[in-house]
């Protein structure tokens, strides 16, 4: 199984091809096609163009969530009716299936590696000792009604490597959340280890990021997402361009609609209910098209945020590695 935390650890260096504000830092972000080949590629081909066509990459990838969103993104451009991938050996070492004869393999990203050639369970046959597929093969779609567990706590605290400080604040049924620069001179404990003695670190306040302390944790992950999405896409800027790109300046509803899309994968994928879910049903009934975004940062901010829940991450370094 491919290992489900994505290409990287935390750094979002990536390009968009979303049009900004000329003379916006979007606009030159935008401009430098070096650094936008996916986009670039969505861009020539038109491919996801369409509202039906972009809500039938978001389920396909919310449900392919034994792999990195974007992983699971490349697995779609190249084989929309993949189900399950995994490397010829894997295939043949623990089931004991056999790559068919002319499969063309996939292409995706391997942690702290280059690429991995990889194959759908379509394009493999059982060999003499082949074992029974288990569930996760045979129904890699399934997803029961999910409850958040430690993912919240972990995002929380893994947001502090980044300056931001979560603030739970008294509001009506109708406000979730926000997030803001926070005022300068403050500071933050982001713990790097736990074991054998706790070790901190300090690190300056830069952002506070309001919910409403009267959700349920299903729904404040849901608002955390969201917020830690307009960050990490780029919205508000960024203090250090090797950390996550500065894309401000782009349209309010290109900003909405990138948050949108990265908070309704995370919980699809831990098959929590998002409200994020109603905006795009919404947004799809009565447009054709998407909103100018970047596929490459959604699903790569995505990916950062899914790993903020699953593990304590590194402190970042000025130099961005």
Known sequence: MLNPEGPEDGDLRLDSEASGTPGSPADAWDRNAALRALDELFALAGSYRSTDAYAELLTFVARFRWYSPFNAMLAHIQMPGATYVAPAGRWLREYGRRIRAGARPLVILQPRGPVMFVFDVAQTEPGEHARPLPREVDH????????????????????????????PRAEGSQSAGAIGRAASGKTLLFQVRQRPEPKHVEVPLRYDLFFNMNLSGESRYATLTHELAHLYCGHLGTPNPRWWPDRRGLPPETREFEAESVSYLLCERLG????????????????????????????????LVEQMGRGRLPVRRADGE
């Open 272 to 303: 929590l209910d998002s409200p994020s879910e109603e905006y795009l049903s919404g947004y799809r009934g009565t447009h054709g098209e998407i909103p100018p975004i970047s596929f490459d940062c959604v699903m790569r901010v995505a990916g």
């Open 140 to 167: 890699p779609f399934r997803v029961g009604a999910g409850s958040i567990g430690s993912e919240l706590n972990r995002t929380i605290e893994n947001a502090k490597r980044d300056g931001i400080r979560t603030v």
